[in-house]
């Protein structure tokens, strides 16, 4: 069960990388500007972050495995879709298709390992092993991708998902038990729509702010609506019986905690591979497949630390793998805010390699932090809010540090690109301090005396 689950977070992990990879020859196929790569990886992690809530508390009602192989099929299909995408839009709908199938998978597949693995250590371990997937995918998503890209086009990094998720749908339908909470939640309609009108209007506002100007009715009118968004979600879902995000899961500071940890890690990451591989395709000239080579030690690295880091929440609990988790991305990325086209390789690769450790262990003690305060039956909820926060972290990484860049372009990406990057890597460097402070202070004793007391107030 744990390895057809981790397959589900393989694919997805693939898809992201590939993606990212494939990034200047779409930009240079479909002629789009970078506002327009932007849309290409935050229309797939916004719609999965809206989702994802509502994915899991549907599993937990409807049935586990039934939404799981569901999720698989629509992803799938989402996949084979996009390699056939005439133009820019057809493809940001379709990775949106994706997206819909994507949040039925992981915060699914965390809430059937949690419920097989009861004893806390086993299911550190478990955890462990699923945050390993993270950093396997990872590794191969640049160099497969490097290879496809420059072989068959950007059109078949969506064709490895198609074998994957079929065999995916197979397996599960064979040894993946059905399970479901004992007590069913209603759908939240009005809670659903106000977590997508918020992403979405912060989301947009931030992507397409440097270029139709920050001042614009546009843009002021897209902050307004997501700040109305907030302030309704905040007075609407403590008065529901069964809401879509039950707000007291944050009034424990490790699950709050882990949450903002989530966001700033996933900040960093997405930032970090969105500007490096612009950087190596056009401001080095590097190839898709030496772009790929060049970013597979972060990737090893994370393969190798993800594992270990779940051992170690397991022995010492999360502070200790937070705290070197997050000063290890800080150091990994100082060094890229003094970025040229002339950087030596051995400047690059020692920041690739401590940057995938420090990724590589913080994963396990956000999942794990995530759901062991929580009751079993919420398993799905409480999981699919940790994967929201990794995906909306995305969403921002993508859309902040992206806008940053923008903003101090002046249009040459073989000149230009390297000194505007800077203004991002600094953005990075604060998301490594958030990770390495927060892991501080939300772990102590008081912290995990607020995550009993939350235990015992949400209804099993």
């Known amino acids: 069960m744990l390895a057809i689950c981790c397959l589900s977070l393989f694919i997805v992990g693939l898809d992201n990388t590939i993606v990212n990879i494939a990034l200047p020859a779409l930009r240079a196929d479909l002629d789009t500007s970078v506002s327009g790569l932007q849309w290409v990886l935050d229309a797939y992690t916004l719609v999965l972050a809206s989702l994802l809530i509502l994915a899991g508390s549907t599993a937990d009602r409807v049935g586990r495995r039934r939404t799981f192989q569901t999720g698989l099929a629509l992803f ?25 199938g994507g949040s039925m998978l992981n915060p699914v597949a965390m809430s059937i390992i949690t419920n097989t693995f009861t004893e806390p250590r086993e299911r550190a371990r478990a955890i ?21 890209v420059e072989t068959l086009g950007w059109r078949s990094i969506f064709w490895i998902n198609v074998p994957v998720g079929i065999t995916a749908v197979v397996l599960t339908a064979l040894f993946v038990p059905e399970s479901r909470a004992p007590r069913p939640r209603r759908i939240d309609l009005v809670g659903q729509a106000l977590v997508l009108i918020l992403l979405a209007s912060i989301t947009y506002g ?94 090893a690295m994370t393969a190798v630390f993800a594992p270990l880091s779940g051992r170690l929440v397991a022995a010492r609990g999360a502070r200790l793998p937070l705290i070197l988790a997050g000063t290890a991305m800080t150091l990994a990325v100082l060094p890229l805010t003094r970025l040229t086209t002339t950087t030596p390789d051995a400047v690059l690769i020692g920041c690739y390699l401590l940057f995938g450790i420090g990724f ?4 396990a003690p956000i999942t794990n932090t995530a759901v062991a305060g929580m009751p079993r039956a919420q398993a799905g909820v409480a999981a699919a809010v940790a994967s929201t926060s990794r995906q909306v972290g995305g969403s921002l990484g993508v859309a902040v540090i992206g806008a940053a860049v923008v903003s101090g372009f002046d249009g040459s990406m073989a000149t230009g690109f390297a000194a505007a990057s800077h203004a991002g890597w600094w953005i990075i460097v604060g998301c490594g301090f958030a990770v390495l402070t927060l892991g501080v202070v939300t772990t102590g004793r008081r912290a995990q005396a607020t995550a009993q007391r939350v235990e015992d107030a949400v209804p099993a």
Not at 134 to 145: E, F, R
Not at 360 to 363: D, E, M, Q, S
């Open 76 to 100: 799938t299909v989402g996949s084979l879709l996009c390699s056939v995408a005439p133009g820019l839009g057809w493809l940001i709908v379709f990775r949106m298709m994706q997206a819909v």
């Open 128 to 148: 462990g092993v699923w945050g390993g997937v993270v950093g396997l995918s990872m590794a191969l998503g640049p160099v497969l991708g490097g290879v496809l």
């Open 206 to 299: 931030i992507i397409e702010g440097p270029g139709v100007g920050w001042g614009s009715a546009e843009i002021v009118g897209c902050f307004v609506l997501g700040a109305a968004a907030l302030a309704g979600l905040l007075r609407y879902e403590p008065r529901r019986a069964d809401p879509l995000l039950d707000l007291r899961f944050f009034r424990s500071v490790p699950f709050s905690g882990a949450t903002l940890i989530a966001v700033s890690a996933f900040a960093a990451l997405a930032g970090f591979l969105f500007l490096n591989t612009l950087y190596l395709q056009d401001a080095r000239g590097l190839s898709a497949l030496h772009a790929g080579l060049h970013t597979l030690p972060m990737a």
């Open 360 to 363: 590589g262990l913080v994963n």
